[in-house]
């Protein structure tokens, strides 16, 4: 989830904000204070002292074997409480959301969220399922434990297990 964060809070310092290349007066004999720029945090219309910043940076390296590790314990978790669907085929004509939310309603996913693994781009499939609430796709090689465990149902057809052989074990 750190990987997916995005920083989006960021203020200005007094380098970035618009202005004050200029000194605003001469340093002596006007009784005023000193003053190098009018874009000093101490101004109105300044820099922010220590706000947020974009730079950043919350990713996290995770080993390749720890997630993979992470993937297939939450696979056969799915599997030993009857979470993981196979289908022999998911194969649709037309990009039709009815037809696919038909499929799902036979199966006993009910209204639980579901999880499609695609083994390759299906853009039928795609467009049928993404307006469904609750229901995602994702390719088969793509599966990660976050996505898993964020939805109740996995749903597969049996060339997804080929697939996730290949680019998990191969």
Known sequence: MANRRQVIAHTKDRGEVRG????????????????????????????????????????KIIPKKMKRKALF????????????IILDTLKLPLPKTKVISQILARLPIGNNSCLIGLPGIDKNI??????IHKVRTIQAKDLNALDLLSFKYLLIPKESIEVIKKTFLG
């Open 20 to 59: 004050g290349g200029k000194k605003p007066w001469r340093q002596k004999g006007t009784g005023r204070a000193r003053h190098g720029s009018i874009r000093s945090p101490l101004w109105k219309g300044g820099g922010v002292t220590f706000g947020p910043t974009k730079e950043r940076n919350f990713k």
């Open 73 to 84: 314990m939450v696979l056969s978790a799915k599997a030993k409480e009857n979470l993981l």
């Open 126 to 131: 795609i467009l049928a399922a993404r307006n």
